[in-house]
């Protein structure tokens, strides 16, 4: 599929949401900036190796790392389902709560369950499934998906969401920010003290504690993991790290990566189910654990580090092609760079050909990347892989034909110098001609020189 | 074949060859986890960055981080002190505590307005979503991000700290650690000991809408911390 162009015609001409977008995005890179100084955390590049090294280290042993994830969690008394597909998790999920008489389970943030539409699937056979972080609740209502990893309301007004509550909740037109977090705190209060289940995704798992990390800053993951009978967690197969110890590393970088906070406010190490005498937490625990194309990404040694991602979203507020067209003319959730390298790999690479072209190759996502994925060496050695199946199919024919027409022209000097002849005659009419004229806009053409190489050395007189 | 079984299987063949991986290890022939693949002992010990300060400046450094993320922090010199020192924070509420023994000893069971001792689930969810303060203590208490550390146990539920729109922690000096590093040393496999850790790092907030900092959009939106300085 080509770039949605004219959706993102209509963001860049959208002066509001250039604004929220660059507003937001720069507000995060400023505070990251602050608390990843040399002043504030001198270890910082050697905590960005590290991180690397563990996750290279994960990833290169993952099936061992699972086993391991999978027999601790067991031995605390949770459950570990495998699941192929978005289809299999939602079917999991959907069989026990019918076991369980569940009508209705809240939901933390998580990517994952975006990803495999999860709320979708459920929803199609009468479970509802209830989103509890702030803006992810917003965006329930509005029917859209995230704007952004970490900030999924960001382009979003109190005016935006004035409307929202007001269509969707029928209550009186709000717009003071504070009174409306009041009213999604009421209203989903109420639905963590109901529901049969809690649903949440996953930061981490360790795989020697065989335990869930998750950090969020509302409270809701840990009401959704802990009000509920049943907590439900669902992750990425490439979540694992191996060690409780090796949260020192990317918690350290998570959080002020992300939100530029040390830590966030609540960072939830789960495993299992409630023990012996607690008096609360769930009775029941179950980690799903996702593939839905994460294996396909293994296999090249170079793109295999799309997998190290912890979703910080640094890259996208770093972005210069992210601040600009925002985060819903990417045709996936993930949005921004790394959407820009794992959207392909998951869909294949035909399927959004135009996304691993859609960067400067600036670097800067790269250069902030808390577990230094090379985001730029995956983009392009996806470009390559597009330019190879185009060539294959053909499809990049006029380019092919273009080439060649310039091999032949520029090994006949005869034909060569005519037309370069005409060439300097003619060149300064570029800068006005059809599609170049918009190119040129924005650039000043060079003129050509008033004389040709050859020209000039046909009229040099000799010296001796 | 089962979705564990391909899942891993994909793996195995996606890595082999490429992974340093000898990939090795087929299910059947991995009868003891104990013998590990070569590769496994590439990754070095974790590196655990403790600062070296002196022990007593722990408090003042918690209690400067916790007020700088919008909490209050009292300190007091031992464990009579307590009720005084939060009596006006209880004047006219409701309170929820948890079954820690410190608490005990601080007299905060027995105050009137505290109801305390619960031991069945569904008691404690309705006590807690109907009061203004969660009472608790904390396990260990974190210097560098003013963090308070909860394990939850028979003696701290996990609801305490959570439902009600203020919360309390009232913990001994001798509970401070220098940061998250130094806890993770004490405790490498937090799941040995309890089956939730949860770290709490200032009062619930949000900045989903215009990036403006609300607090107490789910937790607490007010946080109180009372570092006991003799037990």
Redesign the interface.
């Known amino acids: 599929m080509n770039a949605p162009e004219a959706e993102i015609q209509q963001t860049i001409s959208d002066p509001r949401l250039q604004l ?1 977008i660059y ?2 995005t720069g ?1 995060v890179m400023d505070l990251r900036a602050k608390v990843v100084s040399d002043e504030a955390l001198p ?1 910082y590049q ?1 905590l960005r190796e ?1 991180a690397n ?2 996750k290279k ?1 994960t ?6 790392y ?3 994830l999978e ?2 969690v067991v031995a ?1 008394g949770g459950n570990v ?4 597909t978005g289809q ?1 998790a939602a079917d999991f999920v959907l069989d026990l709560a019918k076991k369980r008489g569940v009508h209705m389970l809240v939901k933390s943030k998580s990517m994952t369950s975006e990803e495999i539409h999860f709320n979708e699937r459920l929803e199609e056979h009468q479970l509802e499934a209830v989103e ?4 992810e609740y ?1 965006l329930q209502l509005a029917h859209q998906r995230p704007y952004h990893i970490v ?3 960001l382009h ?3 005016f935006d ?1 004035a409307d929202i509550f007001t269509k969707e909740l029928g209550i009186e037109r709000e717009e003071v ?2 009174n ?2 009041k009213i ?2 009421g209203v ?2 109420r639905k963590f ?1 109901e529901a049969g289940m809690g649903v949440s995704g996953a930061n981490f798992l ?1 795989a ?4 869930v990390v998750i950090v969020e ?4 993951a ?2 959704s993991t ?2 509920p009978k049943i907590h439900i967690a669902i992750a990425g ?1 490439e979540k694992v790290i ?8 990317f ?2 970088l998570l959080g002020r990566s992300a ?1 530029g ?21 769930p009775d029941e625990f179950y980690l799903l ?1 996702l ?1 839905n194309g994460r ?2 990404l ?4 170079d793109k ?1 580090q799309s997998l190290y991602c912890i979703r910080c979203g640094a890259c996208l507020n770093h972005c210069p092609v992210y601040r600009k067209i925002g985060g819903h003319n990417y045709p996936w959730v993930y949005s921004g760079p790394i959407g820009a390298i794992i959207t392909p790999q998951f869909h294949g690479i035909t399927g959004d050909a135009w996304l691993p072209f859609a960067s400067s190759l600036c670097g800067a996502c790269a250069e902030v990347c808390p577990v230094k994925i090379d985001i730029p060496k995956v983009l392009l050695k996806l470009r390559a892989e597009v330019v190879e199946v185009q060539r294959r199919e053909d499809s990049g024919g006029w380019e092919r034909f273009a080439f060649q027409l310039f091999a032949w022209i520029a090994t006949h000097p005869r034909i060569y110098l005519s037309l370069a002849t005409l060439g300097s005659i003619f060149f300064p009419l570029v800068p006005h001609l059809g599609p170049l004229k918009k190119w040129a806009s924005q650039r000043s053409v060079p003129e050509p020189a008033k004389q040709s190489f050859h020209q000039w050395w046909a009229s040099r007189k000799p010296t001796s | 074949m ?3 079984e ?3 299987g ?3 063949k ?2 082999k060859g ?4 000898p990939a090795l ?1 087929e299910a059947a022939s ?1 009868s003891s ?1 104990q013998q590990l ?1 070569a ?2 002992e ?3 010990a ?4 403790i600062p070296r300060s002196d022990r007593n400046l722990y408090a003042d450094l918690f209690g400067q981080k916790f007020e700088n993320l919008g909490g209050k922090c009292f300190r007091v010199r031992n464990t009579s002190a307590v009720v005084p020192a939060i009596a006006e924070l209880l004047t006219q509420k409701s309170a929820v505590a948890s ?1 820690s023994p410190f608490l005990r000893k601080c007299g905060i069971t027995g105050l009137p307005q505290v109801h305390a001792g ?4 569904d008691d ?2 309705e006590a807690c ?1 109907s009061v203004d303060i969660g009472i608790t203590s904390a396990d260990y208490a974190l210097a ?2 003013g ?1 308070l550390v909860m394990l ?3 003696d701290e ?3 305490v700290s ?2 009600p729109p203020s919360h309390i922690a009232i913990f001994p000096r001798s509970h401070l650690l220098a940061n ?2 130094e806890l ?2 004490i ?6 000991q ?19 900092l ?1 607090r ?5 939106g007010q946080i109180f911390a009372v570092i006991v300085d003799e037990e």
């Open positions: 929220a507003t937001a507000r270890d050697a590290e090294a563990i280290h990833i290169e042993n993952l099936d061992h699972l086993e391991q027999s601790n605390h389902i495998y699941c192929r299999e509890t972080d702030f803006g917003i900030a999924p309301a979003l007004t109190r969401v920010i504070e409306q977090t999604a705190r989903l209060r003290l360790v020697d504690s065989g335990a800053n509302e409270g809701n840990r009401l802990s009000a197969i191996p060690r409780a110890q090796d949260l020192a590393v918690l350290n939100t906070q040390p830590l966030t406010v609540y960072t939830s190490f789960l495993s299992g189910p409630r023990r012996g005498a607690e008096i609360d937490g654990l593939d294996t396909k293994l296999a090249d040694p295999r | 089962t979705a564990r391909q899942i891993l994909d793996i195995r996606a890595l490429t992974a340093g991986q290890i991995r986890s693949p590769s496994l590439q990754l070095p974790p590196t655990l960055r079954n619960f031991t069945e689930r404690l969810k979503a560098a991000t963090t939850s146990s028979p539920a996990r609801l959570l439902l998250l590093d993770l040393s405790l490498p496999r937090p799941a040995d309890t089956s939730s850790m949860v770290l709490i790092t200032g009062p619930s907030r949000t900045a989903d809408i215009e990036q403006r609300v107490g959009v789910h937790g607490p």
